[in-house]
């Protein structure tokens, strides 16, 4: 046993030698030391995160924290072309609005990281001044998405930046307070994070001022004009013809036919005085009463048609029949009303013929029973009819026609007076004396003659000033010469502005 522990012990000994040797050799061979790895071996990508907050003394301040990991330098950009290098800066805009903020940190190996958000600064403020009791504001906000102006006495006003600008009433708004009271004020603004800041001022020192305003109604050259003003003890008119007046409410006849300035300047208890400006149209008559044109959708008796009796006939026979069935037979109530013996004359003479209008059922149906509408199928045809009216005053004509073939013009014609021949009117009909107002219409020609459709007419509509107590609504289709190109007319009415 102990030989064996020798035998051992020989062995480490000359083993150690050796080893001894190796180290000499690697140093004589010029080892270098060991130096750790730079940069990021691991490849982890650092990250960048900050917050932001107003500051609680002033809204246009935003502070910036980072909590951005393994962070050697920073880069701020605060979206209004002004940067930073620190690590957590304080800003202060001095525009507000709506600010896309981005933060860049770079890492001790050169690696970047971004991280942005969007920051809204609002200052809030106004200024006003006032004259009597209206006052007038001045906006200072800036950076605001919505306004709320809040008077103080019930009455609100907004603002939006969406749909309205710096230039609207609405920004820089003024309100006349009814009362000389104490008013507080309030602006509340919204930002574009929709966070709210709100400023209130007292409204002081008010003096109760006159609000002048008036109302009027015309009638030819006389003017009713009515007093609407509020807190006034005096009234001064200037009607813009050179006179004025002191009454509260005067009625004032101008000397011609136009538009004029009139001007109300009222006064207060307090002396002070204000003025309201409208424009009066003077020269439009008002009626008193309604223009009555009769049967204007041409509606006969539904016992019988076919007797040549209907409402546009200028010479109508003398009877029409009530009853089919048994005859019976009674005055057409529009003889008197078509009759015009000297221009049916002329008719026969101008055309060879002694055509009248004709009728044809439209297709349509009132209370159970078919109407009627005029035809025009022959160039002798017309329509006459006599209105009473009011000169001086406008109305509106209106009517529908259909066309069943192209180019087949429909004339329309006011007269101010009764006619027995045509031909004062064809020469340049729209400039005529006789004529209070003329239309063509061209654009009432309609396709579908016999389908299920061809009942589809065209309303024009114009405007008359009567020139006379009477107007004559003529109309005629020289070029509807038989019944493939005739031409149907219905619901002729005349409108009376007020009635």
Same mark, same amino acid.
């Given at each position: 046993?102990?030989?064996?522990?020798?035998?051992?012990?020989?062995?480490?000994?000359?083993?150690?030698?050796?080893?001894?040797?190796?180290?000499?050799?690697?140093?004589?061979?010029?080892?270098?030391?060991?130096?750790?790895?730079?940069?990021?071996?691991?490849?982890?990508?650092?990250?960048?995160?900050?917050?932001?907050?107003?500051?609680?003394?002033?809204?246009?301040?935003?502070?910036?924290?980072?909590?951005?990991?393994?962070?050697?330098?920073?880069?701020?950009?605060?979206?209004?072309?002004?940067?930073?290098?620190?690590?957590?800066?304080?800003?202060?805009?001095?525009?507000?609005?709506?600010?896309?903020?981005?933060?860049?940190?770079?890492?001790?190996?050169?690696?970047?990281?971004?991280?942005?958000?969007?920051?809204?600064?609002?200052?809030?403020?106004?200024?006003?001044?006032?004259?009597?009791?209206?006052?007038?504001?001045?906006?200072?906000?800036?950076?605001?998405?919505?306004?709320?102006?809040?008077?103080?006495?019930?009455?609100?006003?907004?603002?939006?930046?969406?749909?309205?600008?710096?230039?609207?009433?609405?920004?820089?708004?003024?309100?006349?307070?009814?009362?000389?009271?104490?008013?507080?004020?309030?602006?509340?603004?919204?930002?574009?994070?929709?966070?709210?800041?709100?400023?209130?001022?007292?409204?002081?020192?008010?003096?109760?001022?006159?609000?002048?305003?008036?109302?009027?109604?015309?009638?030819?050259?006389?003017?009713?004009?009515?007093?609407?003003?509020?807190?006034?003890?005096?009234?001064?008119?200037?009607?813009?013809?050179?006179?004025?007046?002191?009454?509260?409410?005067?009625?004032?006849?101008?000397?011609?036919?136009?538009?004029?300035?009139?001007?109300?300047?009222?006064?207060?208890?307090?002396?002070?005085?204000?003025?309201?400006?409208?424009?009066?149209?003077?020269?439009?008559?008002?009626?008193?009463?309604?223009?009555?044109?009769?049967?204007?959708?041409?509606?006969?008796?539904?016992?019988?048609?076919?007797?040549?009796?209907?409402?546009?006939?200028?010479?109508?026979?003398?009877?029409?029949?009530?009853?089919?069935?048994?005859?019976?037979?009674?005055?057409?109530?529009?003889?008197?009303?078509? /009759? =015009? +013996?000297?221009?049916?004359? !002329?008719?026969?003479?101008?055309?060879?013929? #002694?055509?009248?209008? *004709? @009728?044809? &059922? $439209?297709?349509?149906?009132?209370?159970?029973?078919?109407?009627?509408?005029?035809?025009?199928?022959?160039?002798?045809?017309?329509?006459?009819?006599?209105?009473?009216?009011?000169?001086?005053?406008?109305?509106?004509?209106?009517?529908?026609?259909?066309?069943?073939?192209?180019?087949?013009?429909?004339?329309?014609?006011?007269?101010?007076?009764?006619?027995?021949?045509?031909?004062?009117?064809?020469?340049?009909?729209? /400039? =005529? +004396?006789?004529?209070?107002? !003329?239309?063509?219409?061209?654009?009432?020609? #309609?396709?579908?003659? *016999? @389908?299920? &459709? $061809?009942?589809?007419?065209?309303?024009?509509?114009?405007?008359?000033?009567?020139?006379?107590?009477?107007?004559?609504?003529?109309?005629?289709?020289?070029?509807?010469?038989?019944?493939?190109?005739?031409?149907?007319?219905?619901?002729?009415?005349?409108?009376?502005?007020?009635?």
């Amino acid at each position: 046993m102990i030989y064996k522990l020798i035998k051992k012990i020989n062995k480490s000994i000359f083993i150690i030698p050796f080893i001894l040797l190796g180290l000499v050799s690697c140093v004589d061979n010029g080892y270098e030391a060991f130096v750790p790895p730079t940069g990021n071996v691991n490849n982890i990508q650092p990250s960048t995160l900050f917050t932001t907050s107003t500051s609680a003394d002033d809204n246009m301040s935003i502070v910036f924290r980072s909590y951005s990991t393994d962070a050697a330098s920073y880069l701020w950009d605060f979206g209004d072309g002004t940067t930073s290098e620190e690590a957590n800066p304080d800003y202060k805009y001095t525009i507000g609005g709506k600010y896309n903020v981005k933060l860049t940190t770079t890492s001790s190996d050169g690696l970047k990281a971004i991280d942005s958000v969007i920051v809204s600064p609002i200052s809030v403020d106004f200024n006003f001044s006032n004259i009597d009791s209206k006052v007038t504001f001045e906006n200072l906000t800036s950076g605001a998405k919505s306004l709320v102006w809040d008077f103080g006495d019930g009455e609100t006003l907004t603002w939006d930046s969406e749909k309205d600008t710096e230039l609207d009433p609405s920004f820089n708004p003024s309100h006349i307070y009814k009362t000389a009271d104490t008013f507080g004020a309030t602006l509340t603004a919204t930002n574009f994070l929709d966070v709210q800041v709100s400023v209130s001022k007292n409204i002081e020192g008010l003096v109760l001022s006159t609000v002048p305003d008036f109302t009027f109604d015309v009638n030819g050259l006389t003017v009713q004009f009515t007093d609407a003003s509020l807190l006034a003890t005096t009234h001064t008119w200037d009607f813009g013809d050179g006179t004025t007046s002191t009454e509260v409410s005067p009625m004032h006849t101008f000397p011609a036919e136009a538009t004029y300035d009139v001007t109300l300047t009222t006064t207060n208890e307090a002396g002070v005085s204000k003025s309201e400006t409208k424009a009066v149209p003077v020269g439009a008559v008002k009626p008193t009463f309604k223009a009555i044109v009769q049967n204007g959708t041409a509606d006969d008796f539904q016992g019988e048609t076919g007797d040549n009796a209907d409402a546009w006939d200028m010479t109508p026979n003398s009877k029409v029949k009530l009853d089919a069935d048994n005859g019976v037979e009674s005055d057409s109530p529009y003889r008197a009303l078509w /009759n =015009n +013996s000297d221009l049916n004359s !002329y008719i026969d003479t101008a055309f060879g013929t #002694n055509e009248q209008p *004709g @009728s044809s &059922s $439209d297709g349509s149906y009132v209370n159970g029973e078919k109407t009627r509408s005029v035809k025009l199928a022959n160039d002798s045809r017309r329509l006459y009819q006599l209105v009473e009216v009011e000169a001086g005053v406008v109305y509106s004509f209106t009517i529908d026609t259909r066309s069943e073939a192209e180019g087949i013009n429909t004339e329309v014609f006011i007269l101010n007076n009764e006619i027995t021949s045509e031909e004062d009117i064809n020469t340049d009909p729209a /400039n =005529n +004396s006789n004529v209070d107002a !003329y239309l063509n219409i061209t654009n009432d020609y #309609n396709s579908s003659k *016999g @389908s299920a &459709s $061809d009942n589809t007419f065209t309303t024009s509509t114009f405007t008359f000033k009567a020139t006379s107590n009477i107007v004559v609504i003529y109309a005629r289709a020289l070029k509807a010469v038989d019944s493939s190109n005739e031409v149907f007319i219905d619901n002729i009415d005349i409108i009376t502005p007020g009635f």
